[in-house]
């Protein structure tokens, strides 16, 4: 079954409790402390387009990547409400092509823990140093192991009146997978709810296998972050952010 297809008409619903606003403040302080004020900045893994309006919002020039149509029809319809002058592309972040490089490519809400295979991040980064202005940023967050762990075999369920949803969750720790199946049940008229259902498969990974697969790709790693600060990664980190940068490209003479 496809990831984000049916789930992609509740998600920012559903979303709701994600304070979006400091989320992009800190991906912004981020950037703006590498020198990049301005300038064409790549959302890979951009879903409905939150992030990626937020950004544009901020003054910069913003692409979305992403692999659903579904979640990509409703960040075509934020733009047409905002004005933004974004470009959306439906595309795998693994094969993912560009008209040209950029200043900068983020990536948030653990979009690249969907990779599961080491070749294919690494692809996934190769893509990404090849994209980036020299000296250009690459901004990206992780869930950890130790946040799946701590999930493991369990059931999440929320009702609203219009929607709601069953979320199953396994932890393999060998594998060091994630998969969690969602059954949707999305209201259509009257009291007649339609059932729509979902597998999604995310990995953990050791951020040194992480950094080694950053620079196999041309990218030097500079900092790793517990999530939404500037202190070191702990055991009980759920969410880190890594911030790379390309090393390799000389400017044009």
């Given at each position: 079954?496809?990831?984000?297809?049916?789930?992609?008409?509740?998600?920012?619903?559903?979303?709701?409790?994600?304070?979006?606003?400091?989320?992009?403040?800190?991906?912004?302080?981020?950037?703006?402390?590498?020198?990049?004020?301005?300038?064409?900045?790549?959302?890979?893994?951009?879903?409905?387009?939150?992030?990626?309006?937020?950004?544009?919002?901020?003054?910069?020039?913003?692409?979305?990547?992403?692999?659903?149509?579904?979640?990509?029809?409703?960040?075509?319809?934020?733009?047409?409400?905002?004005?933004?002058?974004?470009?959306?592309?439906?595309?795998?972040?693994?094969?993912?092509?560009?008209?040209?490089?950029?200043?900068?490519?983020?990536?948030?809400?653990?979009?690249?823990?969907?990779?599961?295979?080491?070749?294919?991040?690494?692809?996934?980064?190769?893509?990404?140093?090849?994209?980036?202005?020299?000296?250009?940023?690459?901004?990206?967050?992780?869930?950890?192991?130790?946040?799946?762990?701590?999930?493991?075999?369990?059931?999440?369920?929320?009702?609203?009146?219009?929607?709601?949803?069953?979320?199953?969750?396994?932890?393999?720790?060998?594998?060091?997978?994630?998969e969690y199946e969602l059954a949707i049940f999305l209201k259509?008229?009257?009291?007649?709810?339609?059932?729509?259902?979902?597998?999604?498969?995310?990995?953990?990974?050791?951020?040194?296998?992480?950094?080694?697969?950053?620079?196999?790709?041309?990218?030097?790693?500079?900092?790793?972050?517990?999530?939404?600060?500037?202190?070191?990664?702990?055991?009980?980190?759920?969410?880190?952010?890594?911030?790379?940068?390309?090393?390799?490209?000389?400017?044009?003479?």
């Open positions: 079954m496809d990831s984000y297809t049916s789930f992609a008409q509740v998600y920012d619903l559903f979303m709701d409790n994600v304070d979006y606003p400091a989320w992009c403040e800190y991906i912004k302080s981020l950037l703006k402390e590498y020198g990049i004020n301005d300038g064409l900045i790549l959302d890979l893994g951009c879903g409905t387009g939150t992030v990626t309006e937020l950004l544009a919002d901020a003054g910069y020039d913003m692409i979305g990547v992403d692999n659903s149509c579904d979640m990509l029809e409703i960040a075509e319809e934020k733009k047409e409400k905002s004005g933004h002058d974004i470009l959306y592309l439906m595309q795998d972040m693994r094969e993912f092509e560009l008209y040209g490089t950029v200043r900068a490519v983020v990536s948030v809400c653990d979009s690249v823990n969907y990779i599961l295979e080491e070749e294919d991040l690494l692809e996934v980064f190769s893509l990404v140093n090849n994209y980036l202005d020299p000296g250009g940023m690459f901004i990206f967050d992780m869930n950890t192991r130790y946040k799946y762990e701590q999930m493991g075999d369990c059931t999440i369920a929320e009702n609203r009146e219009e929607s709601s949803f069953i979320w199953d969750n396994f932890y393999d720790p060998e594998e060091e997978i994630n259509e008229q009257g009291d007649l709810y339609r059932k729509f259902e979902e597998v999604h498969y995310q990995r953990a990974y050791d951020p040194e296998v992480v950094k080694a697969l950053l620079e196999k790709a041309g990218l030097e790693l500079v900092a790793v972050y517990d999530a939404f600060t500037r202190e070191p990664v702990r055991e009980d980190s759920e969410r880190i952010y890594f911030i790379a940068r390309e090393c390799q490209k000389k400017e044009k003479m």
